[in-house]
């Protein structure tokens, strides 16, 4: 058995056609139900629960999460399942409280960047929707790129140019019926993507289960020596390697970020805010608890198989870890730790079953996808070119989202194609989700719960998210490079940076707030909830 | 087997059964849902059609 052996043939690429045509259809069709700007960004507020989570789950459950989560399983086992538990943690706690989706909703507002033009001013309205789309866009910088490298592991394809052609095509095809239909296209083709990929989850999950078995999975602690404890910042695999490891900084570091990101990632909180109402709101993050734990616990399940399967076939994991080594050095296939799982599942899913899992892949990727740019263009025109340049028409709005859909889908395909990351990808989604979250969540919680939050510690605030950019790996290595050379022996982690810029945004948005309190409290900001 | 391995074996079963239950629930439900969209969004189409002078009135 080599390396690129797949089950993949061309029936499944026909299932995974057939799959993509049917949305474009949907795409096409969807359109004659957006009416006004309201159904376009938010499908006319009128999702009821079960809708809801279904879309909550295809946007959060995309491929990128899927491969993120896999390679995690991949490179620390076990340990990697401390995301999972802290996610459904967390929503438990909103779901139950309320805590600040609840009062959201109440506001009435399209984007959470217009909340701060209620409650603060249009200036940190523009800044905060800047500052989101900014590291919005860098976020799903390398989406492209994992999507692709899930698709050319599973068939097989070995030339870095289907890579390329791969992503342009599916980017292509999301644009295309996003900007036809809008958030209705998204819902839609949302349910169907859940259906689709909830199946091939479970799919995917027999098999591997079947394939590795149960004393498989022991074996992965007992004989090979997994990462099964992640509070230890040593992964037993790598022990030489310190940031292949976990430990409790990166823990406290990504509590942090978890928790602010499921309150108020811009994606999700467009689904608090398409919701019926405020109840709907709690409502859907308390069942969301299920999902959220599902869509890391059994990735990461997928990529424990595929750590424990490389390590049954050592020819196998000699080949693949040549070929990691040598696309690290632009020689080789282009494949990373992430191509791990999907190479794996490749070799143990049965011709036919891998189309259907393929297209649930495909459907989650697209799901994202499709959410994510239109929640970014949306905030490009409520918050960025109508307060700058309007006022605007609902026609004319509709117009600049449409265009800046496919502003930043070309964007997303120039920085997926040449941005390499060092980091693994959750790492690095990590990092750059900081940029926004380290500002949104004192701006957000203060503008909601604290009398005394005031404009002028909203902008400390949100510009201080920018220190945020010195958690990525190159910033880091420089500061390190310089430390060293002045003999100081201390070592920068990413964790490091990362509770450093949450702790500058924070701090600065109440000793501003303080130091400058609101001379006027804009009338607007006061609750006023609307279906 | 230690106390670690009992907590991420509970995770993933309750992951696993969780999520069939979900997509069950959610799958059965939700296309009804979904009729009740469209129907309303089909009034807002409506009044767009009869009214189109509110899509051009910049605000």
């Known amino acids: 058995m080599s390396l690129y052996d797949t089950n993949f043939t061309g029936w499944d690429w026909g299932i995974v056609v057939v799959y993509l045509a049917a949305s474009i259809v949907i795409g096409l069709w969807a359109n004659r139900y957006v009416g006004n700007l309201s159904d376009y960004l938010l499908a006319g507020r009128t999702l009821r629960i079960r809708l809801a989570l279904a879309t909550m789950t295809g946007t959060e459950l995309g491929l990128v999460t899927v491969m993120y989560s896999a390679e995690l399983g991949f490179l620390q086992q076990y340990a990697s399942l401390y995301l999972a538990l802290y996610e459904a943690a967390f929503l438990l706690i909103i779901g139950l409280s309320g805590f600040v989706v609840y009062r959201l909703r109440q506001t009435a507002v399209l984007t959470i960047p217009e909340f701060y033009e209620r409650r603060y001013s249009r200036g940190v309205r523009v800044v905060g929707g800047s500052m989101m789309v900014i590291s919005g866009v860098l976020n799903m910088g390398l989406f492209l790129k994992a999507g692709a490298q899930f698709l050319t592991a599973i068939s097989g394809l070995q030339d870095p140019l289907y890579l390329k052609l791969i992503m342009t095509g599916l980017l292509l095809l999301v644009l295309f019926y996003t900007v036809l239909g809008g958030m209705v296209s998204v819902v839609i083709t949302d349910l169907v993507q859940f259906v689709v990929l909830g199946i091939g989850m479970l799919v995917v999950t027999w098999f591997v289960v079947s394939h590795i078995g149960f004393d498989g999975f022991q074996d992965v602690v007992t004989v090979h020596d997994g990462y099964v404890d992640p509070t230890s910042g040593v992964n037993p695999t790598k022990p030489n390697v310190p940031a292949a490891g976990i430990g409790g900084g990166t823990m406290l570091q990504m509590a942090v970020v978890l928790f602010s990101a499921l309150m108020l990632w811009p994606a999700g909180a467009s689904r608090t805010l398409a919701v019926k109402s405020s109840e709907v709101a709690q409502q859907l993050y308390l069942y969301s608890t299920i999902p959220f734990l599902a869509r890391r616990a059994l990735p990461v399940l997928w990529g424990i198989g595929a750590f424990a399967f490389f390590k049954m076939n050592p020819e196998l994991l000699s080949a693949f870890q040549s070929e990691v080594a040598a696309s690290a050095n632009g020689e080789g296939t282009g494949i990373s730790s992430l191509s791990a799982t999907p190479l794996f599942l490749a070799k143990i899913i049965p011709t036919g079953i891998l189309g259907l899992v393929t297209a649930g892949m495909v459907a989650a990727f697209m799901s994202t996808h499709d959410s994510y740019l239109l929640c970014w263009s949306g905030v490009v025109t409520q918050d960025i070119v109508a307060p700058l340049f309007g006022p605007l028409s609902q026609r004319q709005r509709i117009f600049s989202t449409r265009i800046s859909i496919i502003v930043i889908g070309a964007m997303l395909l120039v920085w997926g194609l040449w941005y390499e990351t060092k980091a693994n990808l959750w790492e690095y989604m990590a990092t750059t989700g900081t940029v926004y979250l380290a500002g949104v969540l004192p701006v957000v919680v203060g503008g909601l719960y604290w009398k005394r939050s005031a404009t002028a510690g909203a902008y400390v605030a949100l510009l201080g998210g920018v220190t945020g950019v010195l958690a990525m790996g190159p910033a880091v290595n420089w500061m390190n490079l310089k430390l060293a050379s002045g003999q100081v022996s201390f070592h920068i982690e990413n964790w490091h940076m990362v509770l450093t810029t949450f702790t500058i945004s924070s701090l600065g948005f109440v000793v501003v707030s303080l130091l400058f309190p609101q001379q006027t409290v804009p009338s607007s900001h006061q609750p006023k909830e609307t279906t | ?59």
């Open chain 2, 1 to 59: 087997m230690n106390g670690w391995m009992i907590l991420w074996t509970a995770t993933l079963v309750v992951g696993v059964v969780g999520f069939i239950g979900l997509l069950l629930t959610v799958s059965l439900g939700a296309f009804g849902e979904l009729r009740l969209m469209l129907e309303e969004l089909r009034e807002d189409t409506r009044e767009s059609a009869e009214h189109p002078e509110v899509l051009d009135e910049a605000t």
